[in-house]
């Protein structure tokens, strides 16, 4: 039987060929490591920046808690308007325990029924947007809650819709986040961006929608 070897010609060929197979396979490789990355850097500033504003919402939410009636007789306002990008907001939630009790052993935050004033954590609670970074202080001090946070702003209107800094009823709040990273799918190599927008009614201004008006004011 007559064996014969590949010629050089034969070779080449099957070099060529081979080539090109490992470039297209090293190529979908690549975008597949792109599309990885890509779709991590959106799912996580995606889910930062949600968190963030559930939380503002949250806290929102409980804005004007005052049912011993102080807060209000001390003058103290639910939603105190410094600027479009930060707020104090203020509560009373509780406070009639000591911190560190039985409850919650080693626990910094105090407990039990609201006591008259917004000193506890989580009572006096402060949103502000700088440099990026959107921070949440609860009482122990301001705490990033997102960063690559690229706008964020917040409209305050008053119980009939009007825009109001100082009787504030509702908070529409706007955020936008990017990716740190460019998304590497793209020639421009754009970033990928999430916007979510909330708007919050206050619930004790919306309760005074239902108060009896002042004697000698006539009902609308």
Do not use: C
Request: net charge negative.
């Amino acid at each position: 039987m007559n064996r014969r070897g590949f010629s050089f010609l034969e070779l080449l060929i099957v070099t060529a060929i081979f080539t090109v197979i490992v470039a297209a396979s090293l190529s979908l490789a690549h975008k597949a490591q792109f599309s990885f990355r890509s779709e991590r850097d959106f799912t996580e500033t995606s889910e930062q920046a949600r968190i963030a504003m559930d939380q503002i919402v949250r806290y929102l939410r409980q804005a004007g808690n005052d049912p011993t009636g102080e807060l209000k007789k001390a003058g103290i306002e639910a939603v105190v308007v410094s600027s479009g990008s930060r707020i104090e907001i203020n509560s009373d939630i509780t406070g009639s325990g000591p911190a560190g009790s039985a409850i919650s052993p080693g626990s910094s935050f105090d407990y039990g029924d609201p006591d008259g004033d917004n000193n506890d954590q989580m009572e006096h609670v402060v949103v502000e947007f700088s440099g990026g970074v959107l921070f949440l202080d609860i009482g122990d001090g301001p705490q990033a809650m997102a960063d690559n946070i690229t706008d964020f702003r917040m409209e305050f209107f008053d119980r009939y819709g009007n825009p109001d800094n100082t009787d504030v009823a509702r908070v529409v709040i706007h955020m936008t986040a990017a990716t740190g990273r460019t998304d590497l799918r793209t020639v421009q190599g754009h970033k990928n961006r999430i916007a979510l927008r909330s708007s919050v009614f206050l619930r004790n201004k919306t309760l005074d929608l239902y108060e009896p008006p002042a004697e000698g004011t006539p009902a609308s």
